[in-house]
């Protein structure tokens, strides 16, 4: 009797732990409770340690519990301002139509596809692969591409987060503005340089994970979608495991 037992800390193993750790931020938003839980400890520290005022919750189930519903709350709030401000230095409209028009020419989508109009189109290749989602390969491809969006959540969040500790800073400052010394001044200015560095890389971040999606979301209809040339008509198109 053989029995084969499977190492728990094979390559792949540990990729299918990733997989459904990424499953469930995707599935629950949870990404938004990193921003959210961020922004929470940064408004938490704001009022107890610089206001010096007390929270007091007696049950830890509670305190669990309102502390998940605040991240989750705080997590939406700075992802609509970090989306919000992402748009304001970047065109992000302009930048999906030069990265879909690009793709698009490239793998000459244009047999296959005639709405002229980006964003339909792309709401259009979207949601047909979703209905013919019949093969585990689209499935996995699927939500493969998914991730991308919940990354690009989880920076815009962050840059709202960035937002919030600039306000905290600010008001840091402003309280104790008379009794700081000059050290401390410029520390506070250096803290404020880093946290601006940081919102430019996450605004990169961001854009960089929206501009794959694009891509790979096209390259992927082209594949499953691509015209025969012998009738004119689309074919899909299975591709295994190895690819």
């Known amino acids: 009797l053989n029995i084969k037992m499977e190492n728990p800390f094979s390559s792949m ?5 990733i997989d459904r750790i990424a499953d469930a931020f995707s599935v629950f938003d949870f990404s938004y409770i990193i921003s959210g839980g961020l922004t929470l400890l940064l408004v938490y520290m704001d009022i107890v340690i610089l206001h010096s005022r007390t929270i007091t919750l007696k049950s830890p189930f509670l305190i669990l519990a309102i502390g998940l519903f605040l991240a989750y709350v705080c997590g939406l709030i700075v992802w609509v301002i970090g989306r919000f401000v ?95 010394s000059c050290c401390n001044t410029w520390c506070i200015i250096g803290i404020f340089i880093f946290v601006v560095f940081l919102m430019f890389c996450f605004a990169k971040e961001a854009r960089k994970y929206a501009n794959t999606q694009i891509v790979d979301l096209l390259t992927l209809y082209y594949i499953y979608y691509h015209r025969n040339d012998n009738n004119g008509k689309e074919e899909i198109v299975v591709i295994d495991d190895a690819s």
């Open 13 to 17: 193993s540990f990729q299918k732990i």
């Open 86 to 180: 992402r748009r304001c230095f970047i065109n992000t409209s302009k930048d999906f139509k030069k990265v879909y028009n690009e793709t698009k020419t490239a793998l000459n989508l244009d047999t296959i596809i005639s709405i002229t109009e980006e964003k339909v189109a792309y709401s259009y290749m979207w949601s047909r692969l979703q209905c013919d989602n019949n093969t585990p390969q689209i499935e996995e491809k699927l939500k493969f591409i998914n991730r991308y969006w919940v990354m690009q959540a989880l920076y815009e969040g962050l840059i709202g987060s960035g937002i919030i500790a600039i306000l905290i800073l600010s008001d840091y400052y402003i309280i104790n503005r008379t009794i700081l």
